[in-house]
């Protein structure tokens, strides 16, 4: 079986790595294919970023190939058919596929453009989030993809009950209400660091996060009166998305000089999964700042909010809840 993987991967983006890491472990179990391709931002640098984390993927790193995304003239040729039938299935998403409040391609619209037939033909699974859906070209779109996917893995409870205005009874068997997809890695991470007793060796710190989404006065004066608060915390800035997050670094020295930068991209995933582990305080604005620190149980600040971080840290919420009543039962 040949698979195609279609998301926005290899744009060091922290919370689509930690994605594409589970992601691909689960094709391996679930389908056992002998081809995986994963359309990447950066082909080159994603293929190294698993060679350097290929103790998450045996056996399948040998079946993986990174390749690039494809331009306008490659897109014209798989729209016109080109990649008729060359995969057996393809993944759409892992995180959130389908957002009308992002521009085109990125709000999903491009999907029945590119991959018509496989859709037609029902050869494609669909991962993440769906998104609101106040237009009613997004509630067509859904509609479609949510009736024709031969399977679907939602990470948010709002996604599954857009799944049932569209799905009978009978055809929400091949729906799985999973959570995160970056949830797995985290329990087998604080899994680890519990059960032996893992000891931060550095001093305390605090960890900033900002975005595009944060107001940058009203969230300035916010980080300024933490830092002030706290002084014997040392500040971290940590940009969950290196494109865009790293901005807001240098606009913060101005104003914090004794800030550090903690690069993700270099240290790898366990290092960084540990950062927001002991971290004393916390500030910021991504989910997937926001939604690891929630989940190992901090009383997080959130400088942004948007549909997709209430809707998920809501959920996380939830889910401690389950788990602290299954542990007293």
């Known amino acids: 079986m040949k698979i195609l993987i279609k998301g926005y991967y290899g744009y060091k983006n922290l919370g689509d790595e930690l994605i594409v890491f589970w992601l691909l472990n689960r094709i391996e179990e679930s389908f056992n294919p002998n081809q995986i391709d994963l359309i990447c931002g950066d082909a080159q640098r994603m293929e190294s970023r698993l060679i350097e ?64 037939d496989s859709i ?11 998104g609101t859906d106040h237009s009613s070209l997004t509630k067509q779109l859904q509609k479609n993809l949510i009736q024709h996917a031969k399977y679907l893995i939602l990470r948010d409870s709002f996604s599954y009950d ?12 091949k729906v799985e209400l999973f959570g995160d997809l970056s949830l797995p890695l985290l329990e087998e991470t604080k899994d680890y660091l519990e059960s032996w007793e893992v000891e931060d060796t550095r001093d305390p710190y605090l960890l900033i996060n ?39 670094y240098t606009k913060l020295q101005e104003h914090l000089p004794q800030l550090e930068l903690f ?52 959920d996380i919420d939830s889910w401690i809840i389950e788990q602290e009543h299954d542990h007293h039962h």
């Open 53 to 116: 984390h290929k103790h998450f993927f045996p056996p399948i790193l040998k079946k993986i190939n990174c390749i690039s995304k494809p331009n306008t003239k490659e897109q014209i040729q798989i729209a016109l058919g080109s990649q008729r039938n060359k995969y057996d299935l393809i993944i759409f998403g892992g995180g959130q596929v389908l957002d009308e409040n992002r521009k085109f391609p990125y709000n999903g619209r491009n999907l029945p453009l590119l991959y018509e």
């Open 120 to 130: 037609r033909k029902r050869r494609f699974v669909l991962v993440g989030g769906l």
């Open 162 to 173: 857009i799944t049932k205005k569209y799905l009978n009874k009978h055809e929400l068997h």
């Open 210 to 248: 900002l975005s595009p989404l944060c107001d940058w006065e009203e969230s300035l004066k916010k980080i300024k009166e933490t830092v002030r608060k706290h002084p014997q915390f040392q500040p971290i800035y940590f940009p969950c998305s290196m494109w865009e997050d790293m901005q807001y």
């Open 263 to 314: 690069d993700w991209t270099k240290a790898g995933v366990a290092k960084t999964v540990k950062l927001l582990y002991f971290a004393k305080l916390w500030i910021g604005a991504r989910l997937h700042f926001l939604y690891p620190l929630k989940f190992f149980g901090k009383e997080i600040e959130v400088l942004a909010k948007s549909h997709k971080n209430q809707i998920a840290l809501s």
